[in-house]
């Protein structure tokens, strides 16, 4: 369960970029945050992430409340109940696909399954690539490897930025299918940041931004 009350936070003093007055999702329930560039879409996923501190409000994952944990304690819990697919893979050239994945839960200090992560690379089409380097890969196949690492520790939450901005139809549609598909199958929400519509289907809730 994510919950979020009387969230407020902005960049200067003007005004706030996002002002959220109340959200709830259930377990089975997936949000879309939408809004233009500049919006706070990427800000808002800091939040939830604990990256960022707000002005004002409360941010609960399950009955844990994200805001008052101290710096350290919200790096250590985001470690362990979060995971983040980036724009941008942004995996680790000398590492095999495998590592990649497993590099999450090993930072972590979590216990590395191996069955577990080459179980989660067959479901989203990448057991034959396990041992392949990120070079060796298409820009598709390298997303959903960030998929796969944001999934392999079995998180309460998936905060995905943007994960279908480069892509065709046709990729967009098996990307972001796979990533809600693959979350339920491991008990985790998903909340996705993105300007684009094709994607607002798959999302039982929304939520637009304006910012500024």
Request: charged fraction near 10%; avoid cysteine; glycine fraction near 6%.
């Given at each position: 369960m994510l919950e979020i009350s009387n969230l407020g936070f902005g960049y200067s003093a003007k005004a706030p970029l996002i002002d959220v007055r109340k959200l709830r999702l259930n377990n089975s329930q997936h949000l879309l945050v939408q809004g233009p560039s500049g919006s706070g879409k990427s800000s808002l996923l800091f939040l939830l992430a604990g990256l960022l501190q707000p002005q004002k409000g409360r941010i609960y994952l399950g009955e844990t409340e994200m805001t008052a944990l101290p710096a350290a304690?919200?790096?250590?819990?985001?470690?362990?109940?979060?995971?983040?697919?980036?724009?941008?893979?942004?995996?680790?050239?000398?590492?095999?696909?495998?590592?990649?994945?497993?590099?999450?839960?090993?930072m972590a200090g979590l216990a590395v399954e191996q069955a577990h992560a080459l179980a989660l690379l067959e479901k989203l089409g990448l057991g034959k690539l396990a041992q392949r380097r990120p070079h060796e890969l298409s820009l598709g196949q390298q997303q959903r490897v960030g998929v796969a690492r944001a999934l392999v520790h079995k998180p309460q939450l998936v905060l995905a930025d943007e994960p279908t901005s480069a892509l065709d139809d046709e990729a967009a549609e098996a990307v972001i299918g796979l990533l809600l598909e693959t979350a339920e199958s491991v008990g985790a929400q998903v909340v996705a940041a993105s300007h684009d519509a094709r994607i607002k289907k798959h999302f039982s809730q929304t939520l637009s931004l304006k910012g500024e």
């Open positions: 304690a919200r790096d250590a819990y985001r470690g362990r109940n979060i995971g983040f697919v980036f724009q941008q893979p942004h995996l680790m050239a000398p590492l095999t696909v495998l590592q990649n994945v497993l590099v999450a839960p090993f």
